[in-house]
């Protein structure tokens, strides 16, 4: 009688360790997908930002073509407040 509990409850221990061991492996794959997906999501988040930098770039250089002598005042009136704020310290 005892014999046959301690099969019984070795045959549990083995059907429950069968079973964690694929619900690990669900999770791996589970996980695996997941940060699949996060990187695919950066990437495109990434690309994105790019081409807004790339468009606002060139935005910039087409206003700066358009308005030379503007551009320059305002740039020297930058580098003016920016050389009188730094030259307090």
């Known amino acids: 009688m005892i ?3 301690e099969h019984h409850a070795e045959k549990d221990f083995s059907s ?3 079973a ?3 619900s690990f492996a669900n999770l791996r794959d589970d996980v695996a997908k997941l940060v699949d997906n996060a990187v695919g999501a ?3 988040g ?3 930002l790019k081409d807004r930098g790339a468009d606002s770039y060139e935005q910039v ?3 700066i073509g358009e308005n030379p002598m503007l551009s320059t005042a305002i740039a020297f009136g930058v580098g ?3 050389a009188k704020m730094l030259s307090r310290r």
């Open 3 to 5: 014999r046959a509990h």
């Open 16 to 18: 429950d360790l069968e």
């Open 20 to 22: 964690l061991h694929d």
């Open 42 to 44: 950066a990437k495109d």
């Open 46 to 48: 990434a690309g994105a």
């Open 61 to 63: 250089g087409r206003k």
């Open 80 to 82: 003016f407040i920016l």
